[in-house]
């Protein structure tokens, strides 16, 4: 698959003054410059025209007419919001498909994202991902905007099982300050982004980063301008079926795997850290357990029947 603009800039190494103002106008502004031309761009980051075609030649496009016919696909995914999804699923045939239909093609389009996710997440990326979250020195933040906002929650809540400093970051920007009151040193975040980028996620991963710690991505955004600020990019692929959203069932196959490989790395802690589980959960009765609610309705052993 051919490499999207921003992946070519992740992949720089040294960038000129000229060309690192380059690199800012297409990351900060790369919707408004699929629609630009030579000199409008070149205006943007003040740089010569001539510097622009070197620079576009230094990221691997033939030149300035393929590399905007390249740019403007890369951004017809990110502009993909979910109205211009309901249009599409609304311009069906005039058979529309029965409900047994829908199912079958959301299942087979489910499937197809979870192979093609297993193909796009490189093992070693992987494997740094289980690395960091097993290094307990680190606390751990987890977030998510948007609808990734309960796969934050989710993944934050079964961590928990396996390591202390476990956290839910809420992506809200009068309350992060309180939030990461806590932070230390080399906190890892743990970010969710799918489909379009939110600013305030981006801002937490800047914050990371300059605090020295590492951040964890998972995407479905190859082309996301999150990815330069990861240490771990995680991409999965989120298409939809016949519906009008996109699918996280790739993205939560991940993060259960991530989960998975975590597991033995804390075997030893974790039967201690679930029998304290259980002792709280028994002294605030948390949970109803069948036999023993059904003896107390009858009256027996746990005292009188309540009715």
Not at 271 to 284: C, D, G, N, Q, Y
């Amino acid at each position: 698959m051919e490499k999207k603009l921003l992946e070519r800039i992740a992949q720089l190494d040294r960038l000129s003054e000229s060309e690192r103002r380059l690199a800012e106008v297409f990351e900060r502004d790369i919707r408004q410059v699929a629609f630009m031309n030579l000199v409008g761009i070149a205006e943007r980051a003040g740089v010569g025209t001539a510097t622009v075609t070197r620079f576009i030649r230094k990221l691997g496009y033939p030149g300035f007419i393929a590399f905007m016919k390249a740019l403007r696909e890369d951004t017809a995914e990110m502009l993909d919001s979910p109205i211009s999804q309901y249009i599409r699923a609304t311009h069906w045939d005039e058979n529309v498909p029965e409900s047994a239909g829908i199912l079958q093609a959301h299942i087979e389009s489910v499937a197809h994202n979870l192979h093609q996710s297993l193909a796009s997440v490189p093992p070693d990326m992987f494997e740094k991902a289980v690395d960091l979250l097993a290094d307990t020195r680190r606390q751990v933040y987890v977030t998510g905007g948007g609808a990734a906002e309960p796969l934050a929650a989710y993944f934050t809540l079964l961590a928990q099982y396996f390591r202390d400093d476990v956290r839910l970051l809420e992506p809200n920007a009068g309350s992060v300050g309180h939030q990461l009151a806590g932070m230390r040193p080399r906190a890892l975040l743990v970010c969710i982004a799918y489909h379009r980028c939110s600013r305030i996620s981006m801002q937490m991963m800047e914050l990371f980063r300059r605090c020295g710690g590492a951040v964890v991505l998972v995407t479905d955004r190859g082309s996301s301008p999150l990815i330069r600020l990861a240490d771990v990019p995680l991409v999965v692929h989120s298409e939809g079926g016949a519906g009008m959203f996109s699918s996280r069932a790739a993205g939560l196959a991940l993060l259960e795997a991530l989960l998975a490989a975590l597991m033995p790395r804390r075997q030893d802690a974790i039967p201690e850290r679930l029998a304290r589980m259980e002792e709280v959960f028994s002294t605030i009765d948390a949970f109803a357990y069948p036999e023993a609610e059904s003896r107390r309705v009858r009256g027996g052993p746990e005292g009188d029947p309540q009715t």
